[in-house]
């Protein structure tokens, strides 16, 4: 079992930065994969990021490669998602996910474990 965080979302201009945060409970959470998923108002949840459980491995969809990165610090139970660059079109609810699998995981079934998500608008 783990419990999931989110945090480090608000308001930002075009352009500009956010980094999320995602704390987990729990004594295991190096022996899981991460991932950020985003939900915009009247769309489906989508995929954003994902981590290996070591984070030697990571995967991004098309939308976010080259301005956001995810990475994990297993020692303080949390996985970031730094965001540079925004548009207007990263408005969205970002949620957290936890899976048991080896790898990465880009799909929502994939995970059993999701936080309560974390708002992020920007403005253009």
């Known amino acids: 079992q783990v419990q999931l965080v989110e945090s480090g979302g608000g308001l930002v201009q075009a352009g500009g930065s956010l980094r999320l945060s995602c704390a987990a409970s729990g004594r295991t959470f190096s022996s899981y994969a991460m991932g950020w998923f985003r939900q915009a108002p009247g769309k489906e949840r989508e995929f954003v990021a994902a981590i290996s459980w070591s984070g030697g491995n990571t995967y991004y969809a098309d939308s976010v490669k080259g301005r956001f990165t995810i990475s994990r610090d297993n020692a303080k139970n949390t996985v970031y998602l730094q965001m540079n660059s925004l548009k207007p079109e990263d408005t969205a609810v970002y949620y957290c996910?936890?899976?048991?699998?080896?790898?990465?995981?880009?799909?929502?079934?994939?995970?059993?474990?999701w936080g309560q998500g974390t708002q992020v608008t920007v403005s253009s």
């Open positions: 996910a936890a899976t048991p699998l080896k790898g990465v995981a880009t799909t929502i079934y994939e995970y059993g474990y």
